[in-house]
T-cell receptor, first 113, second 111 residues
Framework: EAQVTQNPRYLITVTGKKLTVTCSQN?????MSWYRQDPGLGLRQIYY???????DKGDVPEGYKVSRKEKRNFPLILESPSPNQTSLYFC???FGQGAETQYFGPGTRLLVL | EDQVTQSPEALRLQEGESSSLNCSYT??????LFWYRQDPGKGPEFLFT???AGEEKEKERLKATLTKKESFLHITAPKPEDSATYLC????????????FGSGTRLSIRP
C-alpha cells in the first residue's frame, strides 16, 4: 500500500530535550516536505527536499533541522525544542517538484512543556 | 509576498444546499493551485490541481475553477459526509518548490 508514515504519532517532551520525528514514504517520490499546523494559521511549510541531499527552507524553518540521506526518509530534528514548537506536524511527499499530488502522513502531535 | 486567503472561515449548510468556497491568492507567477480535504485528526487528502486561468476540474459533487486571482470550490447538493476542512494551496513559479497553504474553510453539512 502506497503511504507516508510518521513516528511517533504523539510525543510529550520538555524544553531543550533533542528529538527526532521520522518520516518515510514507499512511493519512490523525489519531493518531500514538513509542515506544522496551528489553529488559525493553517499549514505552514518548515522545510522541503527536492531529492537526496537537496533541502531548502520553507516559511518557518527556525528551530528545525532536516536531512535527506535516502530517498525514502526525511526526518525532522528539533535540537532544542521550545514550547512554541508545540504543534501538529505533517510530512508529505510527491513526484516531481511538489506541483503534483502531495500525499500526507497521519501527523505527529507534539507537546513541549 | 506570496499569500493565500480562504473565505469563509466556516460554513454551515443544509444537506442538498449548494454553495462555493473561495481561495484568493497573490503570487509572482502561478505554477499550480491545489485543493485538499482534511478530516479531523487526519492528514490532508488531495482533491485537485489547477494550472491556468479558465481551467476546471470535477470530482463527484465538487468542482474547482480558477481565475487569475482566485479559485472557487463549488459544492453541489452536499451530503453530511462532505463535512470537512477544505484547504487551498499555491506553488509560485518564482519560489522553487515552496508551497503556501491558506488557513482553510471548515464546512459542516447538516442532515
Amino acid at each position: 500500500e502506497a503511504q507516508v508514515t510518521q513516528n511517533p504519532r504523539y510525543l510529550i517532551t520538555v524544553t531543550g530535550k533533542k528529538l527526532t520525528v521520522t518520516c518515510s514514504q514507499n512511493m519512490n517520490h523525489e519531493y518531500m516536505s514538513w509542515y506544522r499546523q496551528d489553529p488559525g494559521l493553517g499549514l505552514r511549510q518548515i522545510y522541503y527536499s527536492m531529492n537526496v541531499e537537496v533541502t531548502d527552507k520553507g516559511d518557518v524553518p527556525e528551530g528545525y533541522k532536516v536531512s535527506r540521506k535516502e530517498k525514502r526518509n526525511f526526518p525532522l530534528i528539533l535540537e532544542s525544542p521550545s514550547p512554541n514548537q508545540t504543534s501538529l506536524y505533517f510530512c508529505a511527499s510527491s513526484f516531481g517538484q511538489g506541483a503534483e499530488t502531495q500525499y500526507f502522513g497521519p501527523g505527529t502531535r507534539l507537546l513541549v512543556l | 509576498e506570496d499569500q493565500v486567503t480562504q473565505s469563509p472561515e466556516a460554513l454551515r449548510l443544509q444537506e442538498g444546499e449548494s454553495s462555493s468556497l473561495n481561495c484568493s491568492y497573490t503570487v509572482s507567477g502561478l505554477r499550480g493551485l491545489f485543493w485538499y480535504r482534511q478530516d479531523p485528526g487526519k492528514g490532508p487528502e488531495f482533491l485537485f490541481t489547477l494550472y491556468s486561468a479558465g481551467e476546471e476540474k470535477e470530482k463527484e459533487r465538487l468542482k474547482a475553477t480558477l481565475t487569475k486571482k482566485e479559485s472557487f470550490l463549488h459544492i453541489t447538493a452536499p451530503k453530511p459526509e462532505d463535512s470537512a476542512t477544505y484547504l487551498c494551496a499555491v506553488q509560485a513559479s518564482s519560489s522553487a518548490s515552496k508551497i503556501i497553504f491558506g488557513s482553510g474553510t471548515r464546512l459542516s453539512i447538516r442532515p
